[in-house]
């Protein structure tokens, strides 16, 4: 009986490992193709390439779209490993300096496609309907990695993890909006200017709905931790299972 309780929770434990392997691998994948696009079109500002219509306006102002193309793959790349919570138990200093690093990478990418929507000369269709789109979710990805900072300043790290999901949630959304879109085009052909947009739209509130699914899992409320030093480290032990909570304590300590 000990030994079939023994091997049951070893092959628990086994999923909960390849889970937490899986998590980042496919967020990592769903960012695949427009970090490809995004090197691309680094490659073109680099190489000289020529100017077109469809490609003026990134040369007319290129420092934004360098930036955010940066931004953009640091902050997908690497946030995507915050959510493997064994990965983040084992190392609780990379989980806080990779946060730190996450923060600023996040607030450029929003800052820079806000740019780029309010003052880049845009191809038609993409204004209206779509600059709104972009305006609107490039504004509640800053506010949501503000708030989550504000959140493991004061030490709740349940609403920090929730607002920094939300973000990366629509940090992620060119991901979504290539399947949306890929899947559109097989099913009912290309759309036309307005298609497109709800299409985009589409893209950012699937991202927006699962995060929120994902965190009402989680569970809401103010959890304290007294991990949270004086100059704000972020969120040293994010999980809900906060059992190894001494041990990290002990480990800063010693620093």
């Known amino acids: 009986m000990r030994m079939s309780l023994q091997q049951g929770v070893g092959t628990i434990g086994g999923m909960k490992t390849w889970a937490g392997r899986l ?14 696009a995004g090197g691309i079109r680094l490659n073109e500002l680099a190489g000289g390439a020529e100017v077109t219509a469809a490609n003026a ?15 953009v793959t640091l902050y997908t790349v690497l946030g995507a490993f915050q959510f493997a919570p064994r990965f983040r138990r084992r190392r609780p200093r990379w989980h806080r300096a990779a946060g730190r690093v996450l923060v600023a ?6 800052l820079s496609g806000i740019w780029m929507t309010l003052f880049s000369a845009l191809p038609a269709g993409d204004d209206g309907l779509l600059t709104v789109f972009r305006l609107g979710f490039g504004t509640a990805m800053v506010v949501s990695i503000v708030l989550g900072f504000v959140a493991i300043r004061r030490g709740d790290v349940r609403r920090h993890r929730a607002w920094m999901t939300r973000a990366y949630a629509i940090g992620l959304g060119a991901g979504s909006q290539f399947v949306v879109q890929l899947v559109w085009y097989v ?7 307005l298609g497109r947009a709800l299409l985009l739209g589409a893209g950012w509130t699937v991202n927006v709905v699962v995060a929120e699914w994902i965190i009402r899992r989680r569970g809401s409320g103010f959890q304290p931790v007294g991990l949270v030093g004086p100059h704000g480290d972020l969120d040293p032990v994010p999980d809900a299972q906060l059992g190894h909570q001494a041990g990290d304590v002990a480990l ?3 620093e």
């Open 23 to 36: 998590v980042p691998a496919g967020l990592i994948a769903l960012s695949a193709v427009p970090l490809l």
């Open 57 to 71: 306006r990134f040369f007319a102002a290129p420092l934004p779209v360098v930036a955010h193309i940066a931004a």
């Open 105 to 110: 990478a996040g607030l450029v990418t929003a």
């Open 187 to 193: 099913a009912a052909g290309a759309p036309n200017h």
């Open 252 to 254: 800063d300590r010693a």
